[in-house]
């Protein structure tokens, strides 16, 4: 299968995913119905980042104490609690975290709680092993984030955080993001998060984890891949999706009729027969509490 070509530009389009400013309460990312969306759409890439974040972390095993920052959908703290860890899963989103305690329910010493991970309720050095994979990078506070992280993870574990290498990340949102551009040529999109931006250096991340008293880091990107299939079944599949993308969802009917052809176009010249597959790449840090 051919490897897609995406527009550079659709690099500088990456707020077209990331969530505007509202209140917890009212964003539509803390529904349900997103979570929803979200394991069905998005699981598929941050799922293999979270088996390679397992692997070179180590030691993932029975009665180990895992923290999952920003769980989203469950793509590790799942997994981690099926090699036997005892996983503690945080969202500050209501909607995920009731996905996550559907998905935790099979494992006794795993659980899924509101939290903020700017702000963790827990005490220090009370994990074996942490992992914010895109979580601290889209914080307002993201230098606390990583502070916050490194104080629960126990002297001598292990801190694990992933990154997108460019906005807007990867699969259908560098799609949107080219298809947007294509319609809207003079658009200028809003920026994405300062630590989106900053922590998608490698060198930066690593300099960034040493501040939070991390040590012997190691830092690596990788390749991830999103298939589905091409056609108007891809608008079919990911149409729920786009609703959630901030400038798709501000679109009037035409507009969006517009959109969903552009991203045809785009689609069809990536397409191998019925399947489309995108690539895209992020960044994953490892450190060791000091």
């Given at each position: 299968m051919q490897d897609p070509k995406i527009s550079a530009n659709s690099s500088i389009d990456g707020a077209t995913w990331i969530p505007e400013s509202k209140s917890a309460v009212t964003h539509p990312h803390m529904t349900d119905d997103f979570a929803r969306v979200y394991e069905m759409t998005a699981n598929r890439n941050t799922g293999q980042i979270a088996a390679l974040a397992l692997d070179r972390v180590?030691?993932?095993q029975w009665g180990t104490h895992v923290l999952d920052i920003a769980a989203g959908a469950g793509a590790l703290g799942v997994p981690a609690a099926l090699r036997g860890a005892a996983v503690l899963a945080i969202d500050n989103a209501p909607g995920m975290v009731n996905l996550l305690e559907k998905r935790l329910a099979p494992f006794p010493s795993s659980e899924a709680r509101l939290m903020d991970?700017?702000?963790?309720?827990l005490k220090d050095d009370s994990f074996d092993a942490t992992f914010s994979l895109f979580g601290a990078s889209i914080f307002p506070d993201w230098r606390r984030g990583l502070a916050e992280?490194?104080?629960v993870t126990r002297r001598g574990g292990k801190?694990?955080?992933?990154?997108?290498r460019k906005p807007p990340g990867g699969g259908p949102f560098m799609v949107m993001a080219q298809a947007l551009r294509s319609v809207f040529p003079d658009m200028r999109p809003p920026s994405p998060p300062e630590g989106f931006l900053l922590l998608s250096e490698p060198d930066r991340l690593a300099k960034e984890m040493a501040h939070a008293h991390l040590s012997a880091i190691d830092v690596e990107e990788i390749e991830t891949v999103w298939e589905g299939p091409a056609g108007h079944a891809y608008l079919d599949e990911l149409r729920d999706l786009h609703s959630y993308m901030g400038v798709y969802a501000q679109l009037d009917s035409d507009q969006r009729r517009?959109?969903?052809a552009a991203i045809?176009?785009?689609?069809d010249g990536l397409a191998s027969g019925n399947t489309v597959i995108l690539r895209a790449t992020a960044v994953l840090a490892v450190g060791t509490k000091r």
């Open positions: 180590g030691g993932i991970g700017q702000q963790l309720a992280q490194a104080r801190a694990c955080v992933a990154t997108w517009r959109v969903d045809l176009e785009v689609i």
